[in-house]
């Protein structure tokens, strides 16, 4: 009985690693626009403010702008909206791009401002970054931001 038992465990172990050897089809595509060229451009849409730390929520409607750099998938990110005018001092973020399944994923992760983002097949956008605001000499706040719109 042992015997079968051990037997079996080999057939599947065997049948495991036969299935995990198996070659995929994925295939490396090759684009012929850098990313940050064909990902640049105005997305309108309505950003979400929260202050770190509290629940000061604001909501409005804005602009990202997404600008292709000389530099191999980087590119520099501007944004504008009228109710949230601490959006217009904000220097523009540098974030690398990059193509994935048919859209684009984008990100910064210095330690002054994080931005995560994804733009869709449909030319929808999502994305999400932080940044310190200086509110006075002695204070500076630090926002989230959430963003999503289209082009």
Do not use: W
Not at 97 to 121: L, Q
Request: hydrophobic share 40%; net charge neutral; with cysteine.
């Amino acid at each position: 009985m042992r015997q079968y038992i051990y037997i079996l465990i080999a057939v599947f172990v065997g049948c495991c690693a036969v299935t995990a050897c198996s070659s995929d089809s994925d295939e490396n595509s090759v684009y012929s626009t850098p990313a940050q060229q064909a990902a640049q451009g105005i997305y309108s849409g309505r950003f979400i403010r929260v202050q770190n730390g509290t629940v000061d929520t604001l909501i409005a409607e804005g602009t990202l702008t997404l600008t292709a750099t000389d530099t191999l998938n980087r590119a520099r990110f501007t944004f504008s909206s009228e109710a949230m005018a601490e959006l217009e001092t904000i220097a523009a973020i540098a974030a690398n791009v990059s193509y994935a399944n048919d859209g684009f994923i984008f990100y910064n992760t210095s330690s002054d401002n994080t931005m995560t983002g994804r733009i869709y097949t449909d030319h929808s956008i999502t994305a999400r970054f932080s940044k310190a605001i200086r509110i006075s000499a002695r204070r500076t706040v630090r926002y989230n931001y959430e963003f999503k719109g289209s082009k």
